[in-house]
């Protein structure tokens, strides 16, 4: 899952207006961080098949970042974090617990698309329902989720009369990316190290969608009334 995993993002931010976006766009992917920099360290593993329909990911070795009890670890981590960091903000346990489920609702995504490859216990007990080998229903559900989600994030601002526009166009740009992800290339050669660039690739997609959050939504308050 990619754009699908932001619906998390979207639905707290309608539910907690002022936690800042980016926060929320990090935690939905935060486990796929972890994931990218332990593949590139040699500690998880994956490989490419590109005959594989939807996603070229074999998805080898990853107890770390996307087994169930290594995501609850995520989450408390994410709880703990928040509160540290976001303590003074109103409703600071509530908040928390937003960035937490955003972190967890990673796994959930994943189980829906994903071939079994997450680990009920460690990298034991694999599981997966592999939406992706059906790639139309899998790109409906994720494009699907986005749009409900922003529409909902822009309707929650709306009332409390903030700018709607930071989400609407940000589900704009996952939608663009989503499509070049589902119909377009694999980034890098299977034979000749392309886990390297594509994880390269996804990490470089986590900071931009993140970035473009922040622009969006500090433009967003710029036009917003005292």
């Known amino acids: 899952m990619l754009a699908g995993h932001y619906t998390a993002a979207f639905v707290a931010k309608g539910l907690e207006p002022k936690l800042p976006f980016w926060v929320l766009l990090v935690a939905v992917q935060a486990v796929d961080i972890g994931w990218a920099l332990l593949?590139?360290?040699?500690?998880?593993?994956?490989?490419?098949?590109?005959?594989?329909?939807?996603?070229?990911?074999?998805?080898e070795y990853m107890p770390?970042?996307?087994?169930?009890?290594?995501?609850?670890?995520?989450?408390?981590?994410?709880?703990?974090?928040?509160?540290?960091?976001?303590?003074?903000?109103?409703?600071?346990s509530r908040a928390a617990l937003l960035v937490a489920a955003a972190v967890g609702s990673h796994w959930l995504g994943d189980l829906i698309v994903h071939r079994p490859d997450l680990g009920l216990w460690g990298d034991s007990y694999k599981v997966g329902f592999a939406l992706w080998n059906w790639p139309l229903a899998s790109y409906a559900l994720e494009v699907g989720l986005l749009a409900l989600s922003a529409a909902y994030a822009a309707r929650a601002l709306a009332i409390r009369g903030l700018a709607v526009w930071p989400p609407l166009s940000l589900a704009?740009?996952?939608?663009?990316?989503?499509?070049?992800?589902?119909?377009?290339?694999?980034?890098?050669?299977?034979?000749?190290?392309?886990?390297?660039?594509?994880?390269?690739?996804?990490?470089?997609?986590?900071?931009i969608v993140a970035a473009a959050g922040w622009a969006a939504e500090r433009a967003g308050q710029r036009g917003e009334p005292a």
Request: net charge neutral.
């Open 39 to 59: 593949v590139m360290a040699g500690i998880e593993r994956v490989t490419l098949d590109p005959s594989l329909p939807s996603n070229p990911l074999v998805l």
């Open 172 to 207: 704009g740009l996952l939608f663009v990316v989503q499509t070049g992800a589902s119909f377009g290339g694999t980034p890098g050669d299977p034979s000749d190290g392309g886990e390297h660039a594509l994880v390269v690739s996804a990490l470089a997609g986590f900071v």
């Open 64 to 92: 770390y970042t996307h087994s169930l009890p290594a995501t609850l670890v995520w989450c408390l981590a994410a709880y703990a974090i928040t509160r540290a960091r976001f303590g003074s903000l109103r409703r600071s």
